[in-house]
C-alpha cells in the first residue's frame, strides 16, 4: 500500500566501492555525533549548491567528484561533457547541472547526496585510519572525491550493523541529526543475561538517569523477545535521543550487557525492506526519503539512541 509504494521509489540499485583504493581523506567540515558514536558538538557545514544555478565546468566536476580542477581542461578537451547536446569546448565555461551530460550520463546527485546504507560489523564510522576499517571505504570512488565530503548521519559502533544515513549536504545533515525532531530510532539486540522485569516500566517512564548525565533519558520502549538461549536475551528497545553510546548504557543500568546491536530503522525507514545486504549502499530521493523518516519538508530531526 501507501509505505510500499514509499519504498519502491527509493532510488536506484546498490552501489559498490570502486576497485581502485583511494586514500582516505582528512574528516570533512561538518563532524557528526550520535548516540552509538563519539562525543562531539556539530559545527556549521557546507550545503548542497542548486543544480539550477549556473557554475564553472571545472567547478563542478571536482566538486562531484568526477575529476580534479585541473584536469577538468582534459575532459572538456576530450569532449566527455555536453551542454545541451553540445561539447563544452573550456573548463571555465558556466554550466547548469542539470542540463549537463557527463560522460554520456546526467551529473550524479548535482543538488547533495543522500544515501543509504546497511552498514557491517568490524567498520567504524570515522576517518582516522588507526581504528580500523571504515565504512567509507566501501563507498564508491567518486563519492569519495565529492566537495564537500560524503559524511555519515550520526555514528554506529564498530560493533554495530544495520541502517546508517550518509549525506554530503551539511544542512540535510544537521536536519536530520539534530534532537529537536525526536525520531525514533528501532535497535534488535541481544544480552548476555534475562532483562529484568522492571526494565520494560523503568525505560518506559523517562526516569532513568544514565552515569554521568544530568538529565535522564526520554521515555524509551523496550520490547524483550520471549526466546533466550544460554542466558541470552534478545529485545528491541526504540528511543527518540542520541546521548553518547545510550543503548548500551541503558541496558548495563539494569545489569545487561549488549552482544550484539543492529539498527533495524530510522523513523519510518526500516532497513528490512529495502533488501540491501551488509556493505551495501544505495542512492535515496530525498523527497521520499524524508517523507519516510517523518520530517517531510519541515525542520529538523534527532538521530541515534
Known sequence: MRVARVFASLVTAPVGPSSRARPRRPPARFPTRCG????????GGASSSNANAPERLDRLLSRLGYC???EAKRWARDGRVLLHGEPVARAEAKVTPRD???DGEPAEAPDGLLALMHKPRGRVCGHDASEGPSVYDLLPERWRARRPGVETIGRLDKDTTGLLLLTDDGDLLHRLASPKKRVEKVYELVVDAPIPRDAVDLFASGS???TGEKKPCLPAKLIVSERADHNRTRASLSVTEGKFHQVKRMMRAVGC??????RESFGGMALSRMELREGEVRVLSRETALELIGIGGGGPAADDG
Do not use: Q
Open 68 to 70: 580534479t580542477r585541473a
Open 208 to 210: 532513568l538517569t544514565l
Open 257 to 262: 550487557e549488549v552482544t550484539a546491536l543492529h
Open 36 to 43: 552509538e558514536g563519539a562525543k562531539g558538538k556539530k559545527k
Open 100 to 102: 549537463v551530460l557527463i
